[in-house]
Nanobody, 124 residues
Framework: QVQLVESGGGLVQAGGSLRLSCAASGRTFSNYAAGWFRQAPGKEREFVAAISRPGGTIFYANSVKGRFTISRDNAKNTLYLQMNSLKPADTAVYYC?????????????????WGQGTQVTVSS
């Protein structure tokens, strides 16, 4: 198993930036594909970004494409989400997740391991 802990959330004004980190422990993080999801108040959890195990394949939700960047440092067992040009609509709890296998995936049910989430609030 792998354990995931997110950090880096907070309160930021619209147009600002935040960098989320997800530290993995337990099994080697490089064994997993990984992704970020988010859940806004009153809404279902939704896909944000995904990255393959070696990092060569990346997917983004249309709503964040061009503003968010997912990356990973397997040597540091860490997943990142750089968020720029933030909007109030980006306000949510952000979760990192790990999936068995090497392929990047948008499908939430493919992810077996989840962090506890970190709150991101964007003020207008």
């Amino acid at each position: 198993q792998v354990q995931l802990v997110e950090s880096g959330g907070g309160l930021v004004q619209a147009g600002g930036s935040l960098r989320l980190s997800c530290a993995a422990s337990g099994r080697t993080f490089s064994n997993y594909a990984a992704g970020w999801f988010r859940q806004a108040p009153g809404k279902e959890r939704e896909f944000v970004a995904a990255i393959s195990r070696p990092g060569g394949t990346i997917f983004y939700a249309n709503s964040v494409k061009g503003r968010f960047t997912i990356s990973r440092d397997n040597a540091k067992n860490t997943l990142y989400l750089q968020m720029n040009s933030l909007k109030p609509a980006d306000t949510a709890v952000y979760y990192c997740a790990a999936a068995e296998g090497s392929l990047a995936t948008r499908k939430e049910t493919n992810y077996a391991y989840w962090g506890q989430g970190t709150q991101v609030t964007v003020s207008s």
